[in-house]
């Protein structure tokens, strides 16, 4: 059973930074490709940042480019969203979600989403 579980999401003030973390049971890191994707009240999912450890490429919406960074850790079968300098803008519930990696890439992971989602978790940037 795959299951990916998000954490690490909170109440952070604007130029503030969260690193959030997606734990995914049941899979090798290597044969997937794992992204972070969220969703603001009223407004359409959006792709944030995909990984392919295996292949080694990541991939990153222009809305987040220099300053987010997507990273994995293969040995703990976890994978992370730093969030630098945060903008009011960044407020939503973020979705970690997970494809096998021969039918994707990590743009296509990003655009159109995963097979498996975890539950999400709330980033609110607000002074």
């Known amino acids: 059973q795959v299951q990916p579980v998000e954490s690490g999401g909170g109440l952070v003030q604007p130029g503030g930074s969260l690193r959030l973390s997606c734990a995914a049971s049941?899979?090798?890191?290597?044969?997937?490709?794992i992204g972070w994707f969220r969703q603001a009240p009223g407004k359409e999912r959006e792709g944030v940042s995909c990984?392919?450890?295996?292949?080694?490429?990541?991939y990153y919406a222009d809305s987040v480019k220099g300053r987010f960074t997507i990273s994995s850790d293969n040995a703990k079968n976890t994978v992370y969203l730093q969030m630098n300098s945060l903008k009011p803008e960044d407020t939503a519930v973020y979705y970690c979600?997970?494809?096998?990696?021969?039918?994707?890439?990590?743009?296509?992971?990003?655009?159109?989403?995963?097979?498996?989602w975890g539950q999400g978790t709330q980033v609110t940037v607000s002074s």
């Open positions: 979600a997970v494809r096998w990696k021969d039918i994707t890439t990590v743009r296509t992971m990003c655009l159109m989403g995963g097979d498996y």
């Open positions: 990984i392919s450890s295996g292949r080694g490429t990541t």
């Open positions: 049941g899979i090798t890191l290597d044969y997937y490709v």
